[in-house]
Each structure stands twice: as structure tokens, then as C-alpha cells.
């Protein structure tokens, strides 16, 4: 392996930058491809049928330009529905995202969770399992937010969150039979993490948040122990299936914060 093949990030949007910075704070000199899928935007509205045909042919073609030690869906609508078909088209590791429920539920003292996630995320048979294995003593309440990501996506193009706003889609936890004994949250989906003050900020106090962004970064780390990386880190790099008037506003927020400039697919 070339000390200068990057690891390859793959979200719909923004929200895998949520899982780019705890891999950096492990693997500080890596090199980073992150693609956001901006033209297939957002995905937790698609159907199980659209995101199954589109992610992995879009990686196929990724995985070919950048030619990526690793590849990270860094989207745990698109790893719930399209991991295993990723898996079985490309020659390289892939890294999925899937809902900390476990770790939530190994925190939680009331034995109440909401795993708050996209529409398409929070009705997996995927999300069954894990709360089978690693929560059944637990009641687990979930909401599908599409609204939190447009927040998301908002926020880093430069529109402030609004209060108001985020502590409507709380609501749909806290609202439901039993939602005021949650305790601790899931963000199933990483654009979630991107919003975590704004959440506190109107959430119950006391409330935790948790989010798979770091077990991730620990498993890339641990998939790429013994590599060669750069003596020093190249600039990470920024791609794009389409470069709107958002786009080009997030692309000028990333800029700041070390990105190229953004690239089109």
C-alpha cells in the first residue's frame, strides 16, 4: 500500500465529516478523499431500491478515480440498505455506519433509548437486530428526522439552526408514549452529531448524546495498523456529484477548515 492512498469518505451530504474527525485525530497525516453525493441528496427520503441501485455503482466509479486504501460509508442510511452489495462489487475495505445502540444502552439508566435517525435508517430490519442484541432490556423509541439533516446541511452553508426548529424534531422522541424517560439518544445518522449543541441546548437536561463516529475511526485504524502513511498530511480533498449555489457555500465553509477545492464526479 502507497503511503499516499487516502481513505475515502462517502456521504450523501455533510454529515461524514462527523466520522472524518475522530479518523483524523487518530490518523493525523492521512491522506482524505470526502465525497458528499450532493446531486442523489438526501437519501433518507429514497427508497431501499433507488440507494441499493445508486451507492454502489457511484462508489465502483470513485474507488476507480481515487483508488482509496479504504472506503468509509459514512452514512448509516446507505450502509444499512447497500454495505453488503458494496462489499461484494469492490476490492477494497469498506467501513460501514451503523446506530450506536449498543453503547447507548450500555449507558442508559432509565433503560429508555431514542435512536433518532432518517426515515429510511430508523425502519431497517438492520436497527431490529441491534436492539435485539444489545438492547432488550431496554424500551427503544425511534424518529425518522428529515428535517434535522436539511438543518445540517443549512448550518455549515452558513444558516444558524433554529432553536425552534430542532426542538420540534425532539419531539418526535420525547413526544411519544414513554419519551420522557429517554435518557440517552442515538444519533443514527452523522449529520446528527453535526447539530449535538443545538440538541442539548433544547433537549431535557441531563440527556446524552452518542454516535458511532469514534468506534468507526477506531475500526479504520485498526484495518490500516502497520501501513505507510505521509510524513505529513496532504490536503484533504473535496468531492462533489453536484455543485450547486449550497454546495459552493459548504465548499467555501471546508475551505477554512483545510479542504482543496471542491472537485466534481
Given at each position: 500500500m502507497h503511503d499516499t492512498a487516502p481513505?475515502?469518505?462517502?456521504?450523501?451530504?455533510?454529515?461524514?465529516?462527523?466520522?472524518v474527525a475522530p479518523t483524523v485525530a487518530l490518523l493525523p497525516t492521512a491522506g482524505i478523499v470526502y465525497v458528499a453525493d450532493s446531486a442523489g441528496f438526501p437519501y433518507g427520503t429514497k427508497s431501499e431500491g433507488e440507494i441499493a441501485a445508486r451507492v454502489p455503482a457511484l462508489l465502483g466509479r470513485l474507488a476507480e478515480r481515487y483508488r482509496p486504501r479504504l472506503i468509509v460509508i459514512a452514512c448509516n442510511t446507505a450502509s444499512t440498505i447497500a454495505l453488503?452489495?458494496?462489499?461484494?462489487?469492490?476490492?477494497?475495505?469498506?467501513?460501514?455506519?451503523?446506530?450506536?445502540?449498543?453503547?447507548?444502552?450500555a449507558i442508559s439508566r432509565t433503560r429508555?433509548?431514542?435512536v433518532l435517525g432518517t426515515a429510511a435508517t430508523v425502519r431497517q430490519p438492520y436497527v431490529d437486530d441491534l436492539v435485539a442484541?444489545?438492547?432488550?432490556?431496554?424500551t427503544v423509541l425511534r424518529?425518522?428526522?428529515?428535517?434535522?439533516?436539511?438543518?445540517?446541511?443549512?448550518a455549515l452553508a452558513g444558516e444558524a439552526p433554529s432553536p425552534d426548529a430542532v426542538a420540534t424534531e425532539l419531539a418526535g422522541l420525547f413526544g411519544q408514549p414513554g419519551g420522557v424517560r429517554i435518557d440517552t439518544i442515538v444519533n443514527a445518522c452523522t449529520h446528527f452529531p453535526l447539530l449535538e449543541g443545538d440538541m442539548t441546548a433544547v433537549a431535557p437536561p441531563g440527556v446524552a448524546f452518542v454516535d458511532g463516529g469514534p468506534g468507526i475511526a477506531r475500526r479504520v485504524a485498526a484495518l490500516t495498523h502497520g501501513q505507510a502513511w505521509p510524513a505529513v498530511a496532504p490536503p484533504a480533498r473535496l468531492v462533489l456529484t453536484r455543485l450547486g449555489e449550497r454546495e459552493r457555500a459548504i465548499a467555501a465553509t471546508l475551505a477554512d477548515r483545510g479542504f482543496a477545492s471542491a472537485e466534481t464526479l
Open positions: 481513505i475515502l469518505f462517502f456521504d450523501s451530504g455533510v454529515g461524514g465529516l462527523s466520522v453488503g452489495a458494496v462489499r461484494a462489487a469492490l476490492d477494497v475495505p469498506i467501513v460501514g455506519t451503523v446506530p450506536a445502540i449498543k453503547p447507548a444502552a429508555t433509548i431514542g442484541r444489545f438492547a432488550a432490556d431496554c424518529y425518522g428526522s428529515a428535517a434535522l439533516v436539511e438543518i445540517a446541511e443549512a
